[in-house]
């Protein structure tokens, strides 16, 4: 590898890089710096002649990092945290703020608990901008890279040096439209394999999860939407069988189809309440055992003593409290 002579660098050509790594694009590097495109391609090249790589290519998800740009990006990006630590004040004022927050999630905490985060942020740190990355994208390298701040979802076997705290248990319910003549009479597991089944189910992560979790750098993460094993297991003690009439990756969809269909669907509780006087649907509890799953907060404890963070951890846990 050839020597990097570190004076060619200058702080502006290393926010560059880290912008390209998150953005994965010239135009949105260039807007979340306030440069115009023509800037952050001068960038790149004098990047990509300093490191001798090309850093970035062109792919069909946006500018793809190299193999020498993925080992340089994490640490990079702690330099520069610390950096920006090492500028930051003691106290950390949220009415004055301007700072990014940058919170990972899937579809249903984006539904059910975003919104009242997002107000109650709203209110305390004005001038804050909040950012939210889905969670498909990866948990566990973004936190520890402090690319992001939070991340909200369920976990299991937390690997050391991450923080993770409980917000809420959430239990599933089985969602009808209210003109469904199903919703009218008690839903036993005869009555529910009688109906097609809506599936929410994402291709790709779902069909790598075992036992309804995928790994991440060590880090279990839930991503089943549903609960198929225990429904079938029920189904089949009775010998009965169920009809899959769609499956969508689509929280949101689901419900919007369901309210205009025959089609029975298993959706989260908080997220089926809150919509059913929109989609006029009727809940049900699941005529099986159906266990309860946890909503937690994770973060990295690198960058756990923040006070920006600290402080958003402690309002999230509040809005949380109030779901």
């Not at 989609?279 to 973060?299: D, N, R, V, W």
Request: net charge neutral; glycine share 6%.
């Amino acid at each position: 590898m050839n020597h990097v002579h570190f004076p060619s660098f200058g702080l502006n050509l290393l926010r560059v890089f880290d912008a390209l790594i998150e953005e994965r694009s010239v135009t949105r590097a260039g807007e979340r710096l306030g440069l115009t495109q023509s800037a952050i391609s001068h960038a790149l090249s004098r990047l990509r002649y300093i490191l001798d790589d090309e850093l970035f290519v062109r792919g069909p998800d946006g500018m793809q990092p190299t193999r020498r740009a993925a080992e340089i990006a994490p640490r990079l990006r702690q330099g520069l945290l610390q950096l920006q630590l090492a500028l930051t004040p003691a106290d950390f004022v949220p009415e004055q703020t301007t700072r990014r927050f940058t919170i990972i999630c899937g579809e249903y905490v984006g539904a059910v608990l975003i919104p009242p985060l997002v107000a109650r942020l709203r209110e305390a740190a004005p001038q804050a901008e909040i950012r939210i990355r889905p969670s498909n994208m990866g948990v566990a390298e973004p936190l520890v890279a402090g690319r992001a701040d939070l991340a909200i979802g369920s976990f299991r076997r937390v690997p050391e040096g991450f923080l993770c705290e409980r917000l809420f248990e959430e239990t599933r319910v089985w969602v009808v439209s209210q003109r469904n003549p199903a919703a009218w009479e008690e839903l036993t597991l005869e009555r529910l394999a009688a109906v097609p089944h809506l599936i929410i189910s994402a291709v790709g992560e779902d069909e790598q999860a075992e036992a309804g979790y995928v790994v991440d750098h060590g880090l279990e993460r839930l991503v089943t939407r549903s609960e198929v094993g225990l429904l079938q297991g029920a189904l089949a003690a009775r010998g009965l069988t169920r009809a899959v009439g769609l499956t969508t990756p689509h929280f949101l969809a689901a419900l919007a189809i369901v309210s205009h269909s025959d089609m029975a669907a298993p959706l989260p509780r908080r997220l089926a309440a809150a919509f059913a006087g929109i989609y006029g649907l009727k809940l049900f509890e699941p005529p099986y055992a159906s266990p309860p799953f946890t909503i937690m907060a994770l973060s990295h404890h690198e960058h756990g003593n923040d006070p920006a963070i600290a402080w958003l951890r402690a309002i999230v846990h509040e809005v949380a409290y109030t779901l």
